[in-house]
Protein backbone atom coordinates (compact mmCIF):
# COMPACT_ATOMS: atom_id res chain seq x y z
CA UNK A 1 0.00 0.00 0.00
CA UNK A 2 1.16 3.74 -0.37
CA UNK A 3 0.53 6.71 0.86
CA UNK A 4 -1.84 7.90 -1.66
CA UNK A 5 -3.61 4.66 -1.34
CA UNK A 6 -3.93 5.04 2.06
CA UNK A 7 -5.15 8.44 2.20
CA UNK A 8 -7.89 6.85 -0.21
CA UNK A 9 -8.88 4.15 2.55
CA UNK A 10 -9.24 6.94 4.76
CA UNK A 11 -11.44 9.01 2.57
CA UNK A 12 -13.96 6.24 2.23
CA UNK A 13 -13.66 4.75 5.61
CA UNK A 14 -13.07 6.54 7.77
CA UNK A 15 -14.59 9.24 10.41
CA UNK A 16 -14.39 13.56 11.13
CA UNK A 17 -12.81 13.84 14.44
CA UNK A 18 -11.59 17.80 15.21
CA UNK A 19 -7.95 17.81 15.82
CA UNK A 20 -6.80 21.11 18.35
CA UNK A 21 -3.64 21.94 17.00
CA UNK A 22 -1.56 23.84 19.42
CA UNK A 23 1.20 26.74 17.97
CA UNK A 24 4.00 26.66 20.69
CA UNK A 25 5.15 29.56 19.51
CA UNK A 26 2.59 31.71 20.84
CA UNK A 27 0.47 31.68 24.52
CA UNK A 28 -3.23 31.82 24.40
CA UNK A 29 -4.66 35.52 25.66
CA UNK A 30 -6.13 33.57 29.30
CA UNK A 31 -2.08 32.50 29.94
CA UNK A 32 -0.67 34.29 32.71
CA UNK A 33 2.97 34.10 32.51
CA UNK A 34 3.50 34.60 36.55
CA UNK A 35 1.47 31.77 37.73
CA UNK A 36 2.37 29.74 34.03
CA UNK A 37 -1.34 28.77 34.37
CA UNK A 38 -4.35 28.93 31.61
CA UNK A 39 -7.61 29.41 32.23
CA UNK A 40 -9.02 25.31 32.01
CA UNK A 41 -12.36 26.17 30.01
CA UNK A 42 -11.30 28.81 27.91
CA UNK A 43 -12.64 28.28 24.87
CA UNK A 44 -9.96 29.34 22.62
CA UNK A 45 -7.31 26.94 23.84
CA UNK A 46 -9.09 24.44 26.26
CA UNK A 47 -6.88 25.18 28.84
CA UNK A 48 -3.68 24.19 27.06
CA UNK A 49 -2.20 28.03 27.16
CA UNK A 50 -1.15 27.99 23.20
CA UNK A 51 -2.79 29.89 20.50
CA UNK A 52 -4.68 26.51 18.94
CA UNK A 53 -6.18 25.75 15.23
CA UNK A 54 -9.26 23.46 14.40
CA UNK A 55 -8.81 21.09 11.71
CA UNK A 56 -11.14 18.40 10.56
CA UNK A 57 -8.87 15.17 10.81
CA UNK A 58 -9.97 12.08 8.96
CA UNK A 59 -8.97 9.25 10.73
CA UNK A 60 -9.84 5.20 12.05
CA UNK A 61 -9.66 4.49 15.40
CA UNK A 62 -9.83 1.56 17.81
CA UNK A 63 -9.66 1.40 21.97
CA UNK A 64 -6.50 0.04 22.95
CA UNK A 65 -3.67 0.04 25.63
CA UNK A 66 -0.48 2.28 25.33
CA UNK A 67 2.39 -0.55 25.17
CA UNK A 68 4.69 -0.56 28.18
CA UNK A 69 7.41 -0.60 25.52
CA UNK A 70 6.87 3.30 24.65
CA UNK A 71 8.88 5.60 27.13
CA UNK A 72 7.25 8.30 26.92
CA UNK A 73 3.50 7.36 27.12
CA UNK A 74 4.01 6.81 30.39
CA UNK A 75 4.99 10.37 31.74
CA UNK A 76 1.47 11.44 31.36
CA UNK A 77 0.49 8.44 33.55
CA UNK A 78 2.92 10.10 36.73
CA UNK A 79 0.54 12.98 37.08
CA UNK A 80 -2.62 10.23 37.83
CA UNK A 81 -4.67 12.66 35.22
CA UNK A 82 -5.47 9.90 32.51
CA UNK A 83 -6.62 5.93 32.48
CA UNK A 84 -4.98 3.10 30.93
CA UNK A 85 -7.30 3.13 28.43
CA UNK A 86 -6.77 4.39 25.01
CA UNK A 87 -8.10 5.43 21.80
CA UNK A 88 -5.74 4.49 18.64
CA UNK A 89 -6.01 6.83 15.83
CA UNK A 90 -4.97 5.83 12.37
CA UNK A 91 -4.31 8.73 10.58
CA UNK A 92 -2.92 9.97 6.80
CA UNK A 93 0.45 12.31 6.58
CA UNK A 94 -0.65 14.95 5.48
CA UNK A 95 -1.19 16.52 8.99
CA UNK A 96 1.27 15.64 12.05
CA UNK A 97 0.08 14.74 15.56
CA UNK A 98 1.56 16.48 18.54
CA UNK A 99 2.28 15.02 21.71
CA UNK A 100 -0.02 17.11 24.12
CA UNK A 101 -2.85 18.44 21.04
CA UNK A 102 -6.09 17.35 21.94
CA UNK A 103 -8.26 15.27 19.75
CA UNK A 104 -12.15 16.39 20.10
CA UNK A 105 -14.77 13.27 19.13
CA UNK A 106 -17.87 15.44 18.23
CA UNK A 107 -21.49 15.23 17.53
CA UNK A 108 -21.47 16.53 13.80
CA UNK A 109 -24.50 18.11 12.48
CA UNK A 110 -23.82 17.38 8.68
CA UNK A 111 -20.43 20.02 8.09
CA UNK A 112 -20.70 21.82 11.41
CA UNK A 113 -19.42 19.88 15.04
CA UNK A 114 -21.94 20.63 17.24
CA UNK A 115 -20.98 19.27 20.83
CA UNK A 116 -17.49 17.36 21.92
CA UNK A 117 -18.81 14.01 22.62
CA UNK A 118 -15.21 12.99 24.19
CA UNK A 119 -11.74 15.05 24.68
CA UNK A 120 -8.69 13.12 23.98
CA UNK A 121 -5.06 13.97 24.68
CA UNK A 122 -2.49 12.28 22.34
CA UNK A 123 0.38 10.75 24.90
CA UNK A 124 2.60 8.86 22.36
CA UNK A 125 2.85 9.11 17.95
CA UNK A 126 4.30 6.18 16.23
CA UNK A 127 4.85 7.32 12.13
CA UNK A 128 4.40 4.08 10.03
CA UNK A 129 6.98 3.76 7.36
CA UNK A 130 6.78 1.77 4.10
CA UNK A 131 10.07 1.07 1.95
CA UNK A 132 11.76 2.49 4.97
CA UNK A 133 11.79 5.90 3.73
CA UNK A 134 7.98 6.89 3.03
CA UNK A 135 5.98 7.81 5.44
CA UNK A 136 2.85 5.62 4.80
CA UNK A 137 0.91 6.85 8.08
CA UNK A 138 0.93 8.01 11.64
CA UNK A 139 -0.43 5.76 14.40
CA UNK A 140 -1.07 7.86 18.01
CA UNK A 141 -2.56 7.28 20.97
CA UNK A 142 -4.50 9.53 23.21
CA UNK A 143 -6.08 8.99 26.42
CA UNK A 144 -9.47 10.35 27.85
CA UNK A 145 -9.19 13.90 29.27
CA UNK A 146 -12.43 15.06 31.25
CA UNK A 147 -15.07 17.71 29.36
CA UNK A 148 -15.32 21.00 31.33
CA UNK A 149 -18.28 22.76 31.35
CA UNK A 150 -17.93 25.34 28.35
CA UNK A 151 -15.39 23.57 26.62
CA UNK A 152 -18.25 23.00 23.45
CA UNK A 153 -18.32 26.94 22.87
CA UNK A 154 -14.58 26.08 20.79
CA UNK A 155 -16.05 24.82 18.35
CA UNK A 156 -18.00 27.67 17.26
CA UNK A 157 -13.78 28.36 16.23
CA UNK A 158 -13.99 25.67 13.78
ZN1 LIG B 1 -6.84 30.14 26.59
Redesign the pocket.
Known sequence: MSPFAFDALLHQYGRSVIYVKRNLQFR????VERSGE??LN?Y??L?T?YVTELIKWNVRSRQGNIPLSMPNAFEFTSMGHFGNEAHIYYSAPSLTPAIGDYVLEVQWDKERPMRIMQKMIISFVDPKMFEQNELLFYQSYARKMVVNEGDDHILQRY
Open positions: CSCYATCKCGG
